[in-house]
């Protein structure tokens, strides 16, 4: 098990070269260059713009530079935001984005789940088709139209809530949006939970135990419940994807200054360091994620830890 | 076990599966409108009309669910929303779906050095943040109407292949894969004609993800201002465009939201539907 | 396995326990958000919550050139001049100046009180140490070239052919500065209340290099001091002690916050949180103008919307028929009233009314009807070699915003209904289009707009010289160029003037571009807020306003 985590570790160090070299080449193949704007600016200007930015440099010679810098943990300065460099940019947006991710997979996990095996275990009676159908709900209405609606009710019409976010801790703030941004992964996992509740629930092992005597609690707790687990270990990986791509939206919506928020900016500003910079962050925390999911799925799957 | 025979039981379980006829007859009947429908009104969906924007539905005019914005009719509208959706949530599953099950099923089953390297591709891809893939793709090819649905099925696959792998691991330690084995079947064999036919119920239910998935995806690309091209439209994007109105004229949202939400969970009731049907475990 | 079981459980058991846990939790946060409430209202000071738009993309003044940037840095700093509330020019840290005879030499006195945020004077250095920054080429400033540009050796510094110090700028001494010009600019005064030409303070410069701009660092000689920049958020200001005029200064804090979808920004100012917004979405403005129309702020702005030919290329060039009749066919009044629905005024000439000491010329048919025009259109169309039977094709793109979609959407509309015109509507990012116009390779019809830098003609037409970079089309015309060269030198204002309406008529003549309508200032302000003056320019000063407590 530990050969195995260490030889992946080992092993994503190619990966994440690959995964800049590609994002590289993609953002300088993009038309247009951070500095293009209505006004355009007379060319001895743009030659010096261009010296202080290496852009005048060819681009494998721009790409040598900048992992030179990478290696000495410097991530360049911003292209567009002048004043501050792209660790730095990262190092605000990250913790706000952590946080609202966060706490939307935990809300989503703790009541996808719950709502799933409510659904489960009752299964076919009305609580089951309540939940199921605000489930379907949940995952029929695209959340940037939910998340408008819900300030415009919230914050415009009813004026319980905040209708953006502005920094701070304050709890009021972060309801809307860590709500609107949990509520298609709530959906999901309720489903998904149900299903595979279900499915494990009629299996072999389950009615062997059943018929064995053993009461339902019990087997919920000792023998359902982690096989029931697993498809919602698989699904980690998308929804945690589907919760960097909803926030992006979220993002925009409460102002909140978070990393999709400075993607999405730097991708149509080609404001390439700060592109590539969220790339790297974004890249290594995928690569670390789907260790610990494949880890897991060892752990608790006992028929794969063998390999 | 062919295909055939995977899928003959399943086909005539869901005649009697009661949320499979329903949500199918109603897809079938909202793609019959939507393929008929515009030739039995008047107008058509890139003709303005500013001296009647922001109708409000009515038959007068024919205009059934109103007007937008530029006072074009939006019943032809959602229509055409409708087929553009469909087609691109279709094609691009499809693509996903062709890729994800070939990919996942290969890796999990050969297993070892293949396997590892494969899944160390996947998750090279994976950390390409998508939307970037996406807006690069859609800048470098000039909003190809064609690349929407590609780029949509070559983001997706990488969840199905992932799954279907998961799944196709477990499947390995069956018996009837160990028997099949040690009658001789080679392994290209044992994948298509045995690992694949049992996949159908993980990767239908995959499947009925996936579709609404794809059509989140088309109207989050429209949110971005990178879906499909005017005149022309799609479910995203009339629904986006009725967020930005939504207290002026209400049902420029509501009208294609509901079809969307309708569209939505046929698919979702129907994957469940198919999955009680489609389960080889279950008995009745 | 079985630990793990049963941790799983035990999670799930908790969450069943969580209603009779979560009243007093509910309770307690409640009670905080009360008393943070409580805390507030107990300070006196006056904060103003104002909408800025984008995110600024620096508060160097040499490193920004947005708007959004400069609206910050106009509260932050203070140049040789300045502009009052009701937008007329006045000095500003200078409080007299002399120019020679022949407009050639600037001479500058300025203010002895004024100060730095951390106290020191401003003296006449601080301004000659900021404009050696400005031309510097290791500076790489946006606006080198257009704010200094006509100051002897200016161009050639930018261009890195001279040194620094060559530039004419010479502090007489501390108090007086002298600037020495290549040829007369009778706007020269209105180029000095640009964020780039403001002076800066050295020991900080040269203490913190490029992080000086940064909050603790920065230290500035207007009515405000940077205080915080949350990155994303907001940009927070307070107010200057030291600063020449601080006891006319009312608020005491400003917050701008970053507001880049107007919508979105538009709820928030409905929810309270903001006093002023940067911009209305069309959308919402029937809405407002019936639910708030004390707030809702319209007035001319100092721009121009317009959709470019590429005159490079055919099937543009050398086709002014086809340009005309392309321009007659758009319906400016349906655009305006029907699509853009914010008041703006449609465009018939370049040149925004408001201009100061000029009268803005106009097409030669904003006097027809709409009909006329069409019939006139219809004929040109025709002339051009083209019919329904035949008809031009033709691509329009635009960046991708609401708004210019609906434009370019009626606009084809428009083209194929009076015409018959075939267009395909291409939209495309920002960046793509830009490069796209750039590089005059692909482009055919394409949206952009012109903001003028000062309240001057001649910011709008110099674009069209042939040698302007920013002069998107490819115009070239001689006799305009001509026109313009002499209106550059020409001292008198009178006659400066003719020049420059000339050189307009000959323009509009030319049809280069379609102008469409001339942008609105459009803002939400908050009833609170005192002393919001409408300028063409659309500067507001933080220190002009005030916030009444009466609501």
């Known amino acids: ?307 | 076990m062919s295909y055939l025979a995977a899928i003959r039981p399943i086909l005539r379980k869901s005649r009697d599966n009661k949320t499979i006829v329903v949500c199918s007859s109603i897809l079938l009947l909202i793609a019959a409108v939507a393929l008929i429908g515009p030739l039995l009104s008047t107008h058509h969906y890139a003709s303005t009309d500013f001296d009647n924007r922001f109708m409000l539905p009515s038959l007068s005019g024919w205009h059934l669910f109103g007007t937008d914005d530029l006072g074009r009719d939006l019943f032809v509208r959602t229509l055409l929303g409708v087929k553009v959706t469909l087609f691109v949530a279709i094609i691009a599953s499809g693509v996903s779906l062709g890729i994800g099950v070939a990919y996942g099923a290969i890796a999990g089953y050969v297993g070892g050095k293949v396997d590892a390297v494969m899944m160390r591709a996947v998750d090279a891809l994976y950390a390409l943040p998508f939307i970037f893939f996406v807006i690069l793709l859609m800048v470098v090819f000039e909003r190809n109407f064609l690349l929407i649905f590609v780029a949509i099925g070559a983001i997706n696959w990488l969840d199905m292949a992932r799954i279907v792998r998961g799944q196709t691991l477990s499947l390995k330690q069956r018996e009837f894969v160990d028997a099949a084995r040690l009658i001789g079947v080679s392994t290209p064999g044992i994948i298509l004609r045995h690992i694949t036919p049992n996949l159908f119920g993980v990767v239908v239910v995959y499947m009925t993800l996936t579709i609404p998935q794809a059509i989140l995806v088309e109207s989050l690309l429209s949110f971005l201002g990178l879906g499909v091209q005017e005149p022309q439209t799609s479910l995203g994007a009339l629904v986006n465009g009725g967020v930005s109105n939504m207290e002026r004229a209400p049902w420029l949202l509501l009208i294609p939201s509901i079809v969307l939400a309708l569209i939505l969970l046929c698919f979702n009731f129907l994957g469940d539907g198919l999955r009680d049907v489609a389960d080889p475990k279950k008995k009745t | 396995m079985e630990a793990l079981a049963r941790r799983m459980n035990h999670g799930l058991s908790f969450i069943k326990c969580l209603p009779r846990q979560r009243l007093p939790i509910l309770a307690c946060i409640t009670i905080l958000l009360a008393a943070c409430g409580g805390v507030q209202d107990a300070e006196r000071e006056t904060v103003l919550h104002r909408g800025l738009g984008a995110e600024p993309e620096s508060l160097d003044i040499h490193k920004a050139r947005s708007n959004q940037a400069g609206d910050v840095q106009r509260d932050l700093g203070e140049g040789l001049t300045g502009y009052a509330a009701d937008g007329k020019l006045e000095l500003a840290a200078a409080e007299r100046v002399e120019p020679s005879e022949d407009g050639l030499q600037y001479t500058f006195w300025l203010r002895p009180d004024g100060k730095w945020s951390n106290g020191d004077k401003v003296t006449a250095h601080d301004f000659v140490f900021g404009f050696r920054r400005l031309v510097n080429p290791a500076t790489a400033a946006f606006y080198a070239q257009q704010s200094l540009g006509d100051v002897v050796n200016a161009t050639e510094i930018i261009a890195g052919e001279r040194p620094v110090d060559d530039l004419a700028v010479a502090a007489i001494d501390d108090l007086q500065l002298q600037i020495t010009l290549n040829n007369p600019v009778p706007y020269f005064l209105a180029l000095l209340t640009h964020p780039s030409t403001f002076p800066m303070h050295r020991p900080s410069v040269e203490l913190h290099g490029d992080a000086h701009a940064r909050p603790g660092n920065l230290v500035s000689n207007g009515a405000y001091k940077l205080q915080e920049w949350a990155v994303g958020s907001y940009i927070e200001i307070v107010r200057n002690e030291h600063y020449r005029n601080n006891d006319q200064t009312a608020i005491d804090r400003v917050r701008h916050h970053i507001t880049p979808e107007d919508s979105v920004e538009l709820n928030r100012y409905r929810a309270g949180e903001l006093d002023v917004t940067f911009s209305v979405p069309s959308e919402a403005f029937e809405q407002m103008r019936k639910e708030r129309p004390n707030e809702l702020r319209v007035s001319p702005y100092l721009a121009v919307y317009y959709y470019g030919f590429n005159l490079t290329k055919p099937p543009f060039k050398d086709n002014p028929k086809m340009r005309q009749a392309l321009s007659m066919a758009i319906d400016r009044e349906t655009l305006t009233e029907k699509i853009t629905e914010r008041g703006e005024a449609p465009a018939y000439g370049w040149v925004p009314p408001g201009t100061n000491n000029y009268e803005p010329r106009q097409f030669l048919y904003a006097n027809l009807t709409q009909d006329e025009r069409h019939t006139k259109a219809r004929e040109l169309y025709r002339e051009a070699g083209f019919s329904e039977d035949k008809p031009f094709s033709v691509e329009i793109r635009y960046n991708t915003a609401d708004g210019h979609r609906r434009v370019a959407l009626a606009v084809q509309s428009m083209w194929r209904e009076v015409l018959g015109v075939e267009s395909t509507l291409i939209n495309e990012e920002a960046q793509v289009l830009l490069e796209n116009i750039r590089m005059r390779d692909v482009t055919q019809v394409f949206r952009l707009s012109w903001t003028g830098d000062y309240n001057d003609a001649y910011t709008f037409l110099s674009v069209m010289e042939s040698d302007n970079p920013s002069n998107l089309t490819g115009f070239s015309n001689d006799e305009y160029d001509g026109l313009m060269d002499k209106a550059a030198v020409q001292a008198d204002p009178d006659v400066r003037q003719v020049y420059l309406e000339e050189a307009e008529k000959l323009l509009l003549s030319e049809h280069p571009v379609m102008p469409l309508y001339f942008y609105v200032n459009k803002n939400m302000v908050s009833p609170r807020v005192r002393g919001w003056g409408d300028n063409v320019l659309n500067y507001h000063y933080s220190q002009y306003l005030s916030l009444s407590d009466t609501d």
Not at chain 1, 80 to 107: F, H, K, T, W
Not at chain 1, 157 to 169: E, K, M
Not at chain 1, 211 to 224: C, D, V
């Open chain 1, 1 to 307: 098990m530990l050969r195995y985590a260490l030889l992946r570790i080992f092993g994503a160090i190619p990966t994440l070269l690959l995964v800049i070299a590609l994002a590289f080449m993609m953002v300088h193949a993009a038309p247009g260059g951070p500095f293009d704007a209505e006004r355009v600016l007379p060319p001895e200007i743009e030659q010096n713009i261009a010296r202080a930015y290496n852009l005048d440099e060819s681009l494998p010679q721009q790409f040598l530079g900048y992992l030179g810098g990478l290696v000495q943990g410097d991530l360049g300065p911003s292209y567009r935001y002048r004043d501050y460099s792209v660790s730095e940019l990262i190092g605000n947006a990250l913790p706000v984005s952590m946080q609202l991710g966060v706490l939307a997979m935990l809300l989503a996990i703790v009541t996808g789940i719950a709502a799933g095996l409510t659904a489960a275990l009752s299964k076919n009676s009305y609580i089951d088709r309540l939940v199921t159908g605000i489930a379907m709900t949940g995952i029929s209405v695209p959340v940037f139209v939910i998340a408008p609606v819900m300030v415009l009710v919230f914050a415009v019409y009813l004026n319980w809530l905040p209708a953006s976010w502005t920094g701070g801790t304050e709890i009021s703030r972060l309801i809307l949006p860590v709500v609107a941004l949990a509520l298609p992964q709530i959906a999901y996992i309720a489903r998904l939970t149900r299903a595979s509740m279900i499915g494990v629930l009629s299996s072999d092992f389950v009615r062997t135990a059943r018929a064995q005597g053993l009461k339902t609690s019990s087997i919920i707790r000792y023998h359902a419940l982690k096989p029931a687990m697993l498809p919602l270990l698989s699904y980690m990986g998308p929804a945690i994807a589907g919760i960097l791509t909803g926030s992006v939206v979220i993002e925009e919506i409460f102002g909140i200054p978070g990393v999709g928020q400075f993607f999405i900016r730097g991708a149509l500003n080609r404001d390439y360091t700060l592109v590539l910079g969220i790339v790297i962050f974004y890249a290594t925390l995928v690569i670390l994620l789907n260790l610990v999911v494949d880890l897991l799925y060892g752990i608790l799957d006992p028929r794969i830890r063998r390999r």
